[in-house]
Structure formats: structure tokens, C-alpha cells
């Protein structure tokens, strides 16, 4: 992953312009970081934040390819055939769909999927703050939209209720700069429990969603 490389080098050359310390203390001594280096290294995280669900696929695959005996076999996904075909399937197809980076590529039906999934998976790395991190100045309505239009009613409410508290949402550098100053930026523990909490769970929700469009993941 070059992308994700070239961020990194970026990252340690910003945080420790004169090498990386090699003992603890002058590691300690070394990450007083001034404000410029502050801001830089945030904007990095910001371009690092869209490579979670992307790195972790990646790694699982490299894993899977290079010592398979670590996985149980029973627990790896079977090759794509048809996306009703069962829900191992189904979870690789959605395991591809979040490393779609351009959703502009996609078809309306499989956009509608992508992100539902990235909501889901910004939920699971952190909740809705984390979700108002991930998506930025991305206009909720179309998330919330999405939501509703896999069946996903419960959770289509509870993001609207956390955009009601949240109105204008939030921009990675803007919550960034907020928890560096030590502002509570979270507030949304009650909307994050009942997402877990739903009836029906959201990717069970992407599941039959990709299972009613066949031809569209395939």
C-alpha cells in the first residue's frame, strides 16, 4: 500500500525531524511537539483515517495468503459468486466494497451500500463522533438516506438524532484541534449503545440488501 507508505514517512519525518529516538528517553524528549508539528500531523491522520477498513482487508488477506494455518478454515469466506449465494459471500463482497476509495465509480445501488458500510464501520471504530470525523463536511442527509433505503430504519434515526446534536457535524481538523484542546467532543455514548442495541443489526441489514441485487455485486 505505497499511499498509505508515503503518509506514514510523512508522519515520522513531521514528528521527529532528526530520526526516530532509538531509547525511551529521547523518545519522551522528542514528542513535545510544537503547534505547527501538531497541525501537520493531524491533517495526516486525516488522510490516514480513510485507509483503516482498507488496511485491516489487506493485512487479513497478506495474512491468509502467507500462513493460512492462523485462520480457522471453517471461519474463511468462500470465493464470490453471486452475492445471494451465502453470508460468507456476502461478507466478502463487503469486505471489497470498503476499499472502494472513489465512490463516484460505483453504480447508485452499490453507492447506496458503500455508505451504509462506511457508516457502519466508522461506528465500529469509534462511534458517531468518530463517524463525523470520517465523513467530514459530507451532507448526513444522504447517509441517513442510504440508511433508509437498505431498511436500515433504526439506524437511520439514530443518526439523525446524533446530526440534531451535532448540527453543523464536524471536519477531521475541526474535531481534531477540539480534543487537542481538550474539549469533550464525544456526547453520543447513548446513540453509539443503541446502534449495537438494534433489532436488526446493520450489516445483516447490507446483507439482504446485497442479496436483493445480485446483479449488481457480482
Not at 508539528?37 to 485507509?51: D, I, M, P, V
Not at 460505483?106 to 463522533?129: C, D, F, K, V
Not at 481534531?176 to 443503541?194: H, V
Request: glycine letters at 8%; charged letters at 25%.
Amino acid at each position: 500500500m505505497p499511499e498509505v507508505r508515503g503518509i506514514v514517512e510523512r508522519a515520522l519525518k513531521t514528528a521527529f525531524p532528526e530520526g526516530i529516538p532509538q531509547d525511551d528517553d529521547a523518545y519522551d524528549s522528542c514528542t513535545d511537539w510544537n503547534e505547527s508539528q501538531l497541525r501537520q500531523l493531524a491533517e495526516l491522520f486525516g488522510e490516514f483515517e480513510r485507509y483503516n477498513g482498507i488496511l485491516t482487508n489487506r493485512l487479513g488477506q497478506f495474512i491468509a495468503k502467507n500462513d493460512p494455518s492462523v485462520f480457522d478454515p471453517d471461519d474463511q469466506a468462500v470465493p464470490v459468486r453471486e452475492a445471494s449465494a451465502n453470508q460468507a459471500d456476502a461478507g466478502e463482497l463487503l469486505a471489497r466494497l470498503i476499499q472502494v476509495l472513489d465512490p463516484g465509480e460505483l453504480t447508485e445501488i452499490q453507492r447506496i451500500a458503500w455508505t451504509a458500510r462506511h457508516y457502519e464501520a466508522s461506528i465500529m471504530n469509534g462511534g458517531h463522533w468518530r463517524h463525523f470525523i470520517n465523513s467530514g463536511e459530507r451532507d448526513q442527509s444522504q447517509i441517513i438516506n442510504a440508511l433508509r433505503q437498505i431498511g436500515a430504519g433504526e439506524q437511520a434515526e439514530l443518526l439523525a438524532q446524533a446530526v440534531s446534536r451535532v448540527p453543523q457535524g464536524l471536519s477531521m481538523s475541526a474535531a481534531f484541534e477540539q480534543w487537542l484542546e481538550g474539549a469533550d467532543i464525544s456526547g453520543l455514548e447513548d446513540l453509539d449503545a443503541a446502534f449495537f442495541a438494534c433489532g436488526v443489526s446493520l450489516e445483516e441489514h447490507l446483507i439482504r440488501y446485497l442479496s436483493e441485487h445480485p446483479e449488481e455485486f457480482n
